[in-house]
C-alpha cells in the first residue's frame, strides 16, 4: 500500500491521522525529496507512523531530513508525550544514551597544526582511545562511578578535567538533575566503569577541523568562530557499554510490564521494539532516572575527551590550552528523552521529548539558554561523515514551534555496514583521504577481531569502510533541508584535517 503525503510545504511533508487507526497524530517527515526518496527505500517512513501510535504523543510523530530506519523509532525520530500522562521508550532514546556532539574553537590556524598533525593524531589516540571495549585513563571506583552518574561535567570540572565554563557550553549544564543510580544494574556498571573518556566504535570520531566557510559571520563570532582556516575539533562519542547494558536491560522489563496492560499490549504487538512504559508507572520512572545517569555519564565522557585534546595540544604545540584559547563552544545530545515545557495549542505543558538521532536547536530568546547564547541562538551541530564537511547551524523559531525544538543531528546512513564493507576496501578509503590531505588513524584490526562474513575479506582498516562518505547521505543536502523547512539555519563549515575513528 502507497503511503499517503501531503506536502504541507517545501520539504514537509504529512501523512494523516485517519492513514491508521491506531495513529494518535499525523505523522510528520522533514525532507527534501531525493531524501524522502530514500526514506522510501527502507522502513523509515513506516516507523515514523507507528511511533504516532505512542499513548500521550502530542502534535505529530517526526522524521528529521537525515531519517534512516532504526531500532523501533527511525533514527532521526522525534516524539514528545505527555509527562503524565503518556509513556517513555528506550526506542526512541536509541542504546548509546546521549551520544552526542562536542565542537571546540582554537586560536590557531591550520599553518600553525599541519606540522604536528601526525604527531597530534598519535597522541590524542593514545590518551582517547577508539575502539570496541577499550578502557580510558581514569580508572574509576564503584563509588567515584556513582558521583560521575550523578555529576556529570561537574564531576570532571571538580576533579581537574576541565574549565568552569565548560559547564555553560553544555546542554543543560553536563547534568541531568533526575539521575538516580539506585535502578541501575550491576553488570551496566561493571561496564562502565573503565571506560569514561573513550570515544569507542563504529561512527563515533574525534576530527580536528578547519573552518571551511563563514555563511553568517555575526554568529560565528558569536560562538567564537572567527575567519576561514581556524582549527577546530569535533568530538562525538557517547555513553559507550554502560548505556547499551542500561538500555537492554530496561527493554527486557518494559517488554514485560506492556503485556499487562491493554494498551500497551497492542503496541507490543504492533512492533515490538516500540516497548514503553507510562511515565507516572515505577518501571517507566526508573527507566527515565536511570536514562538521566546515563546521560550524565556521557556528558563526563566528552568533558574527559576535551581534557586530554588540551592536553595533547599543549604537550605537542608546547604551548598552554588557555594561550592556545582552545574552549569549548557547544556539547549537544542527539539520543535522550528529556523533561522540558513546550507549548502546545497555545498552553504550556510538561513534555518528555524523545530526540533518537535528533538534536535539541532552540532559538534565540530561549531562557533555557546559557546566558552567552541566549541572545544569538542555540549552536547546532550536524556533523558529516568522514570527508565530507561538518556543519554549526542555529536554532530557529520555526523549530521551537513545530518539531519541540529538535532538528538533524548529522549525515544519516543510507548504506549498511556490511554492504559498506561489502563495496569498498578500508585501505583505499585511507589512501583516497590521504590524497585530500586528511590523515586518518584507527585501530588497525587482527583476523580475530572480526566475525566471518559472506563476500567480505579480511581489511585490517575495516571499520573505515565501514564509515566511508558513500554510506551516508550528502550532509550538504541534510543541512539545505534543514534551512528550506526552517528548523535551522547554517552558520559555518568545516572541513577535516585529521580524522580518529574507533
Same mark, same amino acid.
Given at each position: ?5 501531503k506536502?504541507i510545504?517545501d ?6 491521522q485517519?492513514?491508521k487507526?491506531?495513529?494518535?497524530v499525523?505523522a510528520?517527515?522533514?525532507a ?27 502534535k ?11 531500532y523501533?523509532?527511525?533514527i ?14 528506550p526506542?526512541g532514546?536509541?542504546?548509546d ?7 571546540i574553537?582554537?586560536?590557531?590556524k ?6 604536528h598533525?601526525s604527531?597530534?593524531l598519535?597522541?590524542?589516540?593514545d590518551?582517547?582511545p577508539?575502539?570496541?571495549?577499550l578502557?580510558?585513563k ?5 563509588s ?10 561537574k ?12 559547564i ?23 561496564r ?13 570520531f ?19 568562530i ?13 555513553g ?10 530496561y ?7 506492556m503485556n499487562?496492560?491493554?494498551?500497551l499490549?497492542k ?6 521494539e516500540?516497548?514503553?512504559?507510562y511515565l507516572?508507572?515505577?518501571?517507566g520512572?526508573?527507566?527515565?532516572v536511570?536514562?538521566?545517569?546515563? /546521560?550524565?555519564? $556521557?556528558?563526563? +565522557?566528552?568533558?574527559?575527551? #576535551?581534557?586530554?585534546?588540551? &592536553?595533547?595540544?599543549?604537550d605537542?604545540? !608546547? ?7 582552545i ?6 545530545a542527539?539520543?535522550i ?5 513546550h ?11 524523545h530526540r ?16 552567552i547564547y ?13 570527508g565530507?564537511?561538518?556543519f554549526?547551524a ?9 518539531t519541540?525544538g529538535?532538528?538533524?543531528?548529522g ?15 578500508g585501505?583505499?578509503?585511507? /589512501?583516497?583521504? $590521504?590524497?585530500? +590531505?586528511?590523515?586518518v588513524? #584507527?585501530?588497525?584490526?587482527? &583476523? ?5 562474513? !559472506?563476500g567480505?575479506?579480511?581489511d ?9 562518505s ?15 523547512s526552517?528548523?535551522a ?12 575513528k574507533?
Open positions: 500500500m502507497v503511503i499517503p503525503l506536502k510545504r520539504d514537509v511533508w504529512e501523512v494523516p485517519s492513514y487507526a491506531y495513529m494518535r499525523p510528520r517527515v522533514y527534501a525529496e531525493a531524501l524522502l526518496e530514500k526514506m522510501k527505500s527502507d522502513l523509515t517512513l513506516q516507523q515514523t507512523i507507528n511511533i504516532a501510535s505512542l499513548p500521550g504523543i502530542e505529530y510523530s517526526m522524521v528529521m531530513p537525515d531519517g534512516h530506519q532504526g523501533g523509532f527511525p532521526g525520530g522525534v516524539v514528545a508525550t505527555d509527562f503524565e500522562e503518556g509513556v517513555i521508550s526506542g532514546v536509541g542504546y544514551i546521549n551520544c552526542g556532539v562536542r565542537l574553537r582554537t586560536n590557531l591550520e599553518g600553525d597544526v599541519r606540522p598533525l604527531e597530534l598519535d597522541s590524542l589516540f590518551y582517547i577508539a575502539g570496541l571495549g578502557s580510558g581514569v580508572k574509576l571506583s564503584y567515584q562511578l556513582d558521583e560521575v552518574l550523578l555529576g556529570g561535567t564531576w570532571c570540572i571538580d576533579n581537574g578535567y576541565g574549565w568552569e565554563e565548560d555553560e557550553r553544555t546542554e543543560e549544564g553536563g547534568r541531568l538533575k533526575a539521575a538516580s543510580i539506585d535502578k541501575i544494574d550491576e553488570k551496566s556498571k561493571k562502565g566503569s573503565p571506560q569514561l573518556g573513550t570515544l569507542g566504535s563504529g561512527n563515533h574525534l576530527e580536528v577541523q578547519v573552518v571551511d566557510e563563514i555563511f553568517d559571520e555575526q554568529l560565528a563570532n558569536a560562538y567564537g572567527d575567519e576561514v582556516g581556524q582549527v577546530t575539533v569535533l568530538i562525538h562519542t557517547g559507550r557499554g554502560f548505556s547499551h547494558g542500561v538500555c537492554s536491560y527493554l527486557r522489563n518494559f517488554e514485560r510490564e499487562k496492560d491493554a494498551t499490549s503496541i507490543l504487538g504492533l512492533e515490538r516500540l516497548a514503553c512504559a507516572n508507572s515505577d518501571t520512572m526508573d527507566y527515565f536511570s536514562m538521566c545517569a546515563c /546521560a550524565n555519564y $556521557a556528558f563526563a +565522557n566528552r568533558q574527559l575527551a #576535551t581534557h586530554w585534546t588540551r &592536553k595533547v595540544f599543549e605537542v604545540l !608546547r604551548r598552554k590550552a588557555e594561550d592556545m584559547e574552549r569549548l563552544v557547544y556539547d549537544i542527539h539520543n528523552a528529556k523533561e522540558e515545557e507549548v502546545v495549542d497555545g498552553k504550556r505543558k510538561k513534555l518528555c521529548v533518537k538521532g535528533a538534536t535539541r536547536a532552540f532559538p534565540a530568546g530561549d531562557e533555557r539558554l546559557p546566558p541566549r541572545n544569538v541562538g542555540q549552536p547546532v551541530l550536524i556533523p558529516g561523515s568522514m565530507t564537511r561538518s554549526l542555529v536554532g530557529t523559531d520555526v523549530a521551537r514551534d513545530e519541540f529538535s532538528c538533524a543531528h549525515s544519516g546512513r543510507e548504506m549498511s555496514r556490511t554492504a559498506a564493507m561489502r563495496q569498498y576496501r585501505s583505499e578509503v585511507k /589512501a583516497e583521504l $590521504a590524497k585530500r +590531505n586528511i590523515i588513524k #584507527t585501530r588497525e584490526r587482527t &583476523k580475530r577481531d572480526v566475525r566471518k562474513k !559472506r567480505i575479506q579480511f585490517k582498516y575495516g571499520e573505515l569502510a565501514e564509515e566511508v558513500a554510506a551516508y547521505k550528502d550532509p550538504e543536502v541534510v543541512v539545505r533541508s534543514c534551512e528550506v526552517g528548523i539555519k547554517k552558520v559555518a563549515a568545516f572541513r577535516a584535517i585529521g580524522v580518529i574507533g
